[in-house]
Nanobody, 127 residues
Framework: QVHLAQSGGGSVQAGESLRLSCSHS????????VGWFRQGPGKEREGIGA????????DYADSVKGRFTISQDNAKNLVYLQMDSLKAEDSGMYYC????????????????????WGQGTQVSVSA
């Protein structure tokens, strides 16, 4: 059974940075996709980025491109979401999610692709 555990998050001011971590365990295959999603108050869940465990590709939503960076440490089974230049509209609950196999070229930002989810962590950015 794949298990995801998140850490990080908190409250910051606009322009500051935060890093979220997603620790994963239980994968029985070498290659998998880890995505990051967020849900702001009154908003639908939004896919903001994904990374393929095999390397060579990351995807980002336009809303975070250039400000957020996803990285991984496969030796430690960790995936990171580095969030820089945070804005108030970045506030919300953040989730990591995972699926066996590569990240799809189309649909990496769809929550329906991912079968395993972290518990979520709150990010609050004040203007």
């Amino acid at each position: 059974q794949v298990h995801l555990a998140q850490s990080g998050g908190g409250s910051v001011q606009a322009g500051e940075s935060l890093r979220l971590s997603c620790s994963h365990s239980g994968f029985t295959v070498a290659y998998y996709c880890v995505g990051w999603f967020r849900q702001g108050p009154g908003k639908e869940r939004e896919g903001i980025g994904a990374i393929y465990s095999g390397g060579g590709r990351e995807d980002y939503a336009d809303s975070v491109k250039g400000r957020f960076t996803i990285s991984q440490d496969n030796a430690k089974n960790l995936v990171y979401l580095q969030m820089d230049s945070l804005k108030a509209e970045d506030s919300g609950m953040y989730y990591c999610a995972a699926s066996h196999g590569p990240c799809p070229l189309v649909g990496w930002d769809s929550s329906s692709y991912f079968g395993f989810w972290g518990q979520g962590t709150q990010v609050s950015v004040s203007a």
